[in-house]
């Protein structure tokens, strides 16, 4: 029984990709294509935020490169509402893809990533560091968002846990691309409130940059 459900969840995961593929969507995501991208989810008025948020979680689940539809919902909402929209489908796309990885199609991602550095590095960040691995992979982009995403649901960490904190350490990053497309984006030029608006992601950038040496000097300091 279990074996029968497992083939029909496989079946149906490649009949998705199959019509992605089909579609257009894989080479469609690109920043080449942001312009159309952009006309397209307006074409479809006040349910536009919910398609986006859709397209979201799909890049997230199969792989396609995120910071192109990132910086697509600065352009498209603006630097405030693109920003609380790519948080939310990021946030429920990075959880999707982790519930993916741990319940449905847990063996075969093992086969993937068991074996690589990234898995190995990430897992024992979990075990001697519980949720500040965590922190520490989504604010500094040391691995591939969406290959993070996978991983993490092979390790011990709860889903709560990894869902809560994932879109709270994802937010800085975000900020940057979506308030700086959306303020570049907005045809107000170097307004006060675009202004604002860049500044506040040169803020998140300096933060994001420091924390490297900001870990390391703490490191260092519990070694002594």
């Known amino acids: 029984m279990k074996n029968k459900k497992g083939m029909v969840i496989l079946i149906t995961f490649f009949i998705v990709i199959f019509l992605l593929y089909k579609g257009g969507v894989f080479g469609y995501i690109s920043l080449e294509n942001i312009k159309e991208l952009k006309n397209w989810i307006n074409s479809f008025g006040v349910l536009g935020p919910l398609v986006y948020v859709v397209l979201y979680i799909v890049a997230c689940i199969f792989f396609l490169p995120g910071l192109p539809i990132t910086v697509l919902g600065g352009i498209v909402f603006g630097p405030i509402m693109g920003t609380i929209y790519t948080v939310i489908g990021a946030s429920l796309g990075l959880s999707s893809a982790f519930l993916v990885a741990r319940y449905l199609f847990r063996r075969s991602i093992e086969k993937k990533f068991s074996d690589s550095l990234i898995f190995q590095r990430i897992d024992q960040g979990v075990k001697?560091?519980?949720?500040?691995?965590?922190?520490?992979?989504?604010?500094?982009?040391?691995?591939?968002?969406?290959?993070?995403n996978y991983v993490y649901g092979l390790t011990g960490i709860s889903f709560l846990q990894y869902w809560i904190l994932s879109t709270v350490f994802i937010i800085p990053g975000t900020a940057v691309y979506t308030l700086s497309a959306g303020a570049i984006a907005s045809g107000e030029g170097l307004s006060t409130k675009n202004l604002t608006y860049l500044g506040i992601a040169v803020l998140c950038f300096v933060f994001i940059s420091l924390i490297p040496k900001f870990l390391k000097k703490n490191e260092e300091f519990k070694e002594k």
């Open 128 to 148: 001697k560091q519980g949720w500040r691995i965590l922190m520490t992979t989504r604010l500094v982009p040391i691995f591939p968002f969406n290959v993070q």
